[in-house]
């Protein structure tokens, strides 16, 4: 364990490569998230086939394997129209800015240990910072800009509805995601993606503000309701399905890509899938313990050592990629209200409420010394009284103030509707037409 705990890079072990080993990351990197998008287009057009009951394509290369490359081929050859009102500068610009701080966010995840490239000892991680994870937070909110733009500067209606929709989804879901991941701060005590992971690794410490934290295992099992949190709200901050209503065919035609085609089109579409991997490699960085192997793997003590940790990371990457293919399989999408009350009413009070109970942990088990049992005693069971008493409470539906107190209103179903007694009096349109018709019958009868 000490060979392998030496080959975990730390802060001090970043910023110190020759310019050669930083441009093979870059490329490197570069062409890692290229071939994932590839291989996620494909991987989502297959088993979306296969639980569909449908073959999936199958025509172009050995099974299908390379329908994802003659599709960014065919884009790249259509025809690149562009909207009379568009505004051309923002409408060109709009494109790259959603795609680029998608590549960059991908800069601070780590990848693989130390290893050696051409004699060359280095972290297979392109940078790190001691506030790292913010730097992907940014990058996704950066996104945001190039959507909004989009939609703005093509002139149309439906576009800017979609960016408008995308810009209140994005902010509403990334404030759930931030909380979620803060009680990963408070116990591994760093916000380095390398600290984060080193933390992860059972009997390890991490130093961090002074402070000293055991590390106990995947995040994912010792805080799963910031797991469950961070699944949900990065489906909303993807815009996939069923939070894909920036760009719901059945009411905006396509959203706020709607105007763009060709290799403009194809940017877009390159940083949906990019944004895909990147929060599904924040995952496995944050909750699923990064680039170490998973149990009973890692009983091999080579595992964790060499290019093997790539292997693993690649495999935790898919392995969200799966999740995202399955949900958009499987659930139909929601309306907006209840997609935005969700977010604001549910995830967000819950995460709060959960950064409580976690701090609230760390300082009974660091200060006072308290067990498993202590806590559950103490901090557990009010808390879970609590979230019943609130549940039981709640108002089923808020009064309607338009509806007097003893008069019931007249329903058909579920939804609320006008007396059957109520006469709607005609539009004068339709009275003037009505009147001329009665002339014109009653002079063919004089006639």
Request: hydrophobic content about 50%; some cysteine; proline content about 8%.
């Amino acid at each position: 364990m000490s060979n392998l705990a030496a080959e975990s890079p730390t802060l001090a072990d970043f910023g110190t490569d020759v310019w050669w080993i930083i441009v093979i990351k870059v490329v490197g990197i570069f062409a890692l998230l290229v071939a994932l998008t590839l291989f996620a287009i494909l991987f989502e057009r297959k088993v979306v086939g296969r639980m569909q009951q449908r073959i999936g394509p199958n025509r172009v290369g050995p099974r299908g394997g390379l329908q994802s490359l003659a599709d960014g081929l065919k884009l790249a050859f259509k025809e690149d129209i562009m909207p009379a009102l568009a505004d051309k500068p923002i409408y060109f610009l709009a494109p790259v800015i959603a795609a680029v701080p998608a590549f960059l966010a991908f800069s601070v995840i780590p990848i693989g240990p130390i290893v050696s490239i051409f004699g060359e000892r280095t972290p297979l991680q392109l940078t790190d910072l001691p506030v790292g994870v913010l730097i992907v937070l940014a990058c996704s909110a950066m996104g945001v800009y190039g959507i909004v733009l989009a939609g703005w500067a093509s002139g149309s209606t439906y576009p800017l509805l979609g960016s408008l929709r995308s810009a209140a989804q994005m902010i509403s879901y990334e404030i759930a995601m931030g909380l979620s991941i803060v009680a990963v701060f408070l116990y591994a005590g760093t916000m380095s993606t390398s600290g984060i992971v080193e933390a992860q690794e059972s009997g390890s410490e991490v130093s961090a503000f002074g402070l000293n934290f055991d590390g106990p295992g995947w995040y994912a099992v010792v805080l799963p309701v910031s797991f469950i949190i961070y699944c949900i709200a990065v489906v909303g901050e993807t815009n996939r399905a069923p939070f894909d209503l920036p760009e719901a065919e059945s009411e905006l035609v396509g959203g706020f890509h709607t105007e763009y085609s060709s290799l403009k089109f194809a940017l877009f579409y390159l940083a949906e899938y990019i944004n895909m991997v990147t929060v599904s490699a924040l995952a496995a960085t944050l909750f699923l313990g990064g680039w170490r192997a998973p149990w009973p793997i890692s009983i091999w003590d080579g595992a964790n050592s060499g290019w093997w940790p790539v292997l693993w990371f690649i495999g935790k990457v898919i392995l969200g990629l799966f999740v995202f293919t399955w949900l958009r399989a499987t659930l139909p999408r929601m309306r907006y209200d209840q997609f935005m009350r969700f977010g604001w009413k549910v995830l967000v009070p819950v995460a709060l409420l959960w950064i409580l109970v976690v701090a609230t942990m760390r300082v009974l088990s660091r200060e006072y010394d308290f067990n498993a049992g202590d806590i559950a005693l103490y901090v557990g069971i009010p808390v879970l009284v609590l979230v019943m008493a609130v549940v039981w409470l709640w108002p089923d539906k808020a009064p309607d103030p338009t509806v007097k107190e003893g008069v019931p209103p007249t329903t058909r179903g579920a939804f609320p509707t006008p007396p059957l007694d109520l006469v709607v009096p005609p539009s004068p349109p339709l009275i003037k037409r009505d009147a001329v018709a009665a002339g014109k019958r009653g002079g063919g009868k004089r006639a």
